[in-house]
């Protein structure tokens, strides 16, 4: 099966302790993006890579990284720089570097205990 | 200003008819429009998207898209309980990322 796979599904993650965040996808997509969703907001950007060895920065960066060392992974690190990192992490991709449609995976829900 | 505008709702209708959801965008460079329906819990779902002026339609959807107005909206015709959800707008900015509006939450009352 083609798609996009996030683990795990629920994290917990007590204060002052980085957690990695699990980004695979399969469908041979140059870009990968990571978006962070609070109740009664919207998607908001975390980071963005449009091709391997290569991210950027979206309007929440601080607090988070990532990497991008293989075309099908990008997995996101919540550090403890983090202030308040409670909150749904979706992960998406895209064909190309342009705007072409994100399909998203099915999220980690993370909690700090 | 936001950079994507939705009105949160909630947007009740009853069942078999039209649910409409509006949203408006401040850059007027934008050239793809998205529109994604999120079940709670679950992550956003593709239902439609639309580049150029005017109706495109897909089965009981259709997107409508005013580039002048800097606005997109979309029709639900023959709505179902299985309708109510979440519909972010999504807009495509510098080529290189969307913005989401916060999402209209949609009820079908069977």
């Known amino acids: 099966d083609g798609g996009i796979t996030q683990s795990p599904k629920y994290l917990f993650r007590k204060e002052g302790q980085n957690v990695t965040l699990s980004c695979e996808q399969n469908l041979n997509h140059d870009a990968m993006y990571w978006y962070r969703q609070d109740p009664g907001q919207g998607l908001r950007l975390i980071y963005y890579?449009?091709?391997?060895?290569?991210?950027q920065k979206g309007d929440i960066a601080e607090g988070y990284s990532v990497s991008r060392e293989k075309k099908e992974s990008f997995p996101l690190t919540v550090t403890s720089a983090q202030k308040n990192p409670t909150a749904f992490y979706l992960c998406a991709s895209s064909i190309g570097w342009t705007t072409d449609t994100q399909y998203f995976g099915p999220g980690t829900r993370l909690t700090v205990l | 200003q936001k950079e994507v505008e939705q009105n949160s709702g909630p947007l009740s209708v009853p069942e078999g008819a039209i649910a409409s959801l509006n949203c408006t965008y401040s850059?007027?460079?934008?050239?793809?429009f998205f529109w994604y329906r999120q079940y709670s819990g679950k992550s956003p779902e593709l239902i439609m998207s639309?580049?150029?002026?005017g109706d495109k339609e897909d089965g009981r959807f259709t997107a409508q898209l005013n580039k002048a107005s800097q606005y997109v909206s979309l029709l639900i015709r023959d709505s179902q309980p299985s309708d109510s959800a979440t519909y972010l707008c999504?807009?495509?900015?510098?080529?290189?990322?969307?913005?989401f509006g916060t999402g209209t939450s949609l009820t079908v009352i069977p």
């Open positions: 999504a807009v495509e900015h510098d080529g290189n990322q969307f913005y």
């Open positions: 850059d007027r460079g934008s050239q793809s």
């Open positions: 890579s449009q091709i391997v060895n290569d991210f």
């Open positions: 639309i580049y150029s002026n």
